[in-house]
Nanobody, 128 residues
Framework: QVQLVESGGGLVQAGGSLTLSCAAS????????MGWFRQAPGKERDFVAAISRGGNSTYYRDSVKGRFTISRDNAKNTVYLQMNSLKSEDSAVYSCAGGTFLWVGVQRRQREASYAYWGQGTEVTVSS
């Protein structure tokens, strides 16, 4: 049984930092492209960041570039999202996802349908 379990969410003031973690089990983690998505209340789920299987390539949505960093530890079956300089508009439920699609091509990295496995999410609230 595949499980992706996020942790690390919480309440933080604007300008602060949080690090989210996503622990995976039941799958071959090193074969998965891993991504983070977020969904704010009343809005659609949006792509945030993705990382290649080996961790040597990353991709971000424009609004988080320079503030968020995605990383992974294949020995620990865990992907991370370091979030700095948080803004109120970053408030959302953050979910990790895994997929075995080819890393080549930016469109598929952003597409929910590319990811077969999803976590339940962890909530991040940024107070202004």
């Amino acid at each position: 049984q595949v499980q992706l379990v996020e942790s690390g969410g919480g309440l933080v003031q604007a300008g602060g930092s949080l690090t989210l973690s996503c622990a995976a089990s039941g799958l071959t983690f090193s074969r998965q492209v891993m991504g983070w998505f977020r969904q704010a209340p009343g809005k659609e789920r949006d792509f945030v960041a993705a990382i290649s299987r080996g961790g040597n390539s990353t991709y971000y949505r424009d609004s988080v570039k320079g503030r968020f960093t995605i990383s992974r530890d294949n020995a620990k079956n865990t992907v991370y999202l370091q979030m700095n300089s948080l803004k109120s508009e970053d408030s959302a439920v953050y979910s990790c996802a895994g997929g075995t699609f080819l890393w080549v091509g930016v469109q598929r990295r952003q597409r929910e349908a590319s990811y077969a496995y999803w976590g339940q999410g962890t909530e991040v609230t940024v107070s202004s």
